[in-house]
């Protein structure tokens, strides 16, 4: 089932095989991208006249590329004395593009920015020129990431670093540029539609959570079992220098909300050893959520860690440096991400740099805390095991909830965790922080959030509704999407009684609720019958004079 997104697609240069790129690769990434193109360098004419094809479309996602090649074109024909103002006026002329877009149109904007051109006018000196052509560009893609911090449904999509990854030669070819206005190479285009396709698949929610890490020879070089933690090779000489910057690799992706496993062959004890004693090694126990050392097959091993984290295998990246292991969980979980990495640990991290995994279209505050949430979530389980009463267990934690309003505290995690929630999530809808605000100031929807806290430690944010007033009785639950980690803990009873509280206190009488499904939410099609709601239709209806409070094991904070 593809889903389908429309996307415009608006540039200064040829765009034709971007955007046959863009519609192959969706396929392969799960999308039916329905395309409208602009004719060629038709942007300022399409984005300001209000009639326009354009809008007349009404695309989901605006992709507009500008063209260093264009840009140059406009620099060369300025007078001497206003080159120093040239990254300016493109930022105020993308800053009324914007503007212009976010007034016809509910859609996010992916803009690429500028790869580089050293026109050699001043040679090095260019970096001290302010009016050069090179100063001028690196202000600009400067001041773009500036631009996209201030505005929350603008996204860049980084053309300068592919530029990079794999030389200007292969990026750009003269000879068919000139003949043909085509910027973009035959070669550069496969990478452009992957890393613009990582950007919609992370608005839709599709990105990856965790990474799963084998240890010997993956994050120190030699087998702990055999060489002893002694002889296992890293730090800062030879080839443990390479596993120690992997480390730091791991630890920032930990840092910004990855989830870190351990899935080793290995008795526990000693491979746990380097993470608690060894003086060279970046990573220790603290930042592993979920730590798994045995001899039991790795494909079962990673189900048992996704059954601790509760999230889907595709939000899973799985690295190992043995080809037989890469393929024995290729084979046996569908959906995993296990990169091909190179013989030559000194090549990994440049490998994994150009595979993009782990993009993103949010990141707060509570990122970096998830890693010591999901290692109280595995006490949790342990700790469950011990009771043979699931209601004991739950009577046992002291839950307590609190309740708020959408506030700007707690608007950038309400966003991001719509774009994260994929299995409890009733209509799937997805929020940027601008949505938000749209939402905050209406007078027609009421907003919630809530958190859940009990004697292991808090969970933080983990359910979003948004009741929309549909008639004059009658509430509509437009948005309902909770975090899996506190799934069986009557957190969906205690949200409907706070739900039904409200409704009653404003005179309503009716609660109605909708599931749409998706590939990933099967697991709440049920959702509204078990708490009893009646099918209508296409909906489902809760009749508010006649409810009674569900019976839950957590209290109002």
């Not at 290995?266 to 930042?287: C, G, I, Q, W, Y």
Request: net charge negative; with cysteine; aromatic share 12%.
């Amino acid at each position: 089932m593809f889903k389908k997104i429309k996307v415009a697609v608006l540039g200064d240069t040829a765009t034709q095989f971007l955007t046959q790129a863009l519609k192959g690769l969706g396929f392969d990434k799960g999308f039916d991208l329905q395309i409208w193109e602009s004719d060629f360098n038709q942007i300022e004419q399409q984005v300001s006249d209000p009639n326009s094809e354009l809008y007349d479309f009404k695309p989901e996602i605006v992709i507009v590329f500008q063209s260093s090649h264009k840009l140059l074109s406009k620099y060369n024909k300025l007078k001497p004395e206003t080159c120093s103002s040239l990254a300016n006026d493109e930022i105020d002329s993308i800053g009324f593009m914007l503007e212009n877009l976010s007034i016809q149109l509910d859609a996010k904007i992916i803009y690429y920015n500028y790869t580089e051109i050293d026109d050699a006018v001043f040679g090095s000196y260019a970096l001290k020129t302010e009016s050069s052509f090179l100063f001028q560009l690196r202000k600009l893609n400067f001041e773009l990431m500036q631009f996209a911090t201030e505005n929350a449904n603008f996204y860049l999509c980084d053309l300068s670093t592919i530029q990079n990854q794999i030389g200007k030669s292969n990026f750009f070819q003269s000879s068919i540029y000139i003949n043909t206005e085509m910027v973009l190479s035959l070669d550069a285009l496969p990478l452009i539609a992957s890393r613009t396709l990582n950007i919609i698949e992370s608005l839709n929610g599709n990105f990856k959570k965790c990474v799963i890490l084998d240890l010997d020879n993956t994050i120190w070089g030699g087998i702990i079992g055999d060489d002893g933690i002694e002889n296992i090779q890293i730090g800062s000489l030879g080839i443990g220098k390479a596993f120690s910057e992997f480390q730091y690799w791991i630890k920032k992706l930990k840092s910004r909300g990855i989830i870190i496993a351990v899935c080793s062959k290995n008795t526990e004890s000693v491979a746990k050893e380097p993470f608690e004693k060894h003086p060279d090694m970046v990573l220790r126990l603290d930042d592993i959520s979920v730590f798994i050392a045995n001899w039991e097959n790795k494909a079962d091993n990673i189900r048992q860690i996704q059954n601790i984290l509760n999230i889907g295998f595709d939000s899973m990246v799985f690295l190992d440096d043995n080809p037989f292991e890469r393929n024995i969980v290729r084979e046996n979980i569908p959906g995993i991400t296990v990169p091909e990495l190179p013989e030559d640990p000194a090549d990994y991290l440049e490998y994994l740099y150009t595979l993009n995994l782990f993009e993103t279209v949010s990141f707060s505050g509570e990122d970096t805390e998830r890693t010591k949430m999901y290692q109280i979530e595995a006490k949790r389980a342990n700790i469950q095991q011990k009771f043979t009463n699931e209601e004991d267990f739950l009577k046992s934690l002291n839950m307590v909830s609190l309740v708020e309003p959408f506030n700007k505290f707690n608007n950038p995690r309400v966003a991001q965790l719509s774009q994260r929630s994929n299995q409890f999530n009733l209509r799937t809808i997805r929020y940027t922080d601008a949505d938000i605000e749209k939402v905050c100031l209406s007078d027609q929807h009421f907003t919630f959030t809530f958190t859940l806290e009990d004697k292991y430690g808090d969970n933080g944010l983990i359910c979003v509704i948004i009741l929309k007033q549909e008639m004059e009785h009658t509430l509509f639950v437009d948005t309902w999407f909770m975090s899996c980690r506190v799934l069986k803990r009557t957190m969906e009873n205690f949200v409907l009684n706070t739900l039904v509280n409200f409704g009653l206190e404003h005179n309503f009488t009716t609660l109605k609720g909708e599931y749409i499904p998706t590939p990933k939410n099967e697991m709440v099609a049920n959702h509204y019958e078990n708490l009893g709601f009646q099918k209508a239709a296409h909906f489902w209806e809760l009749d508010l004079k006649n409810y009674s409070n569900k019976k839950t094991y957590i209290s109002k904070k």
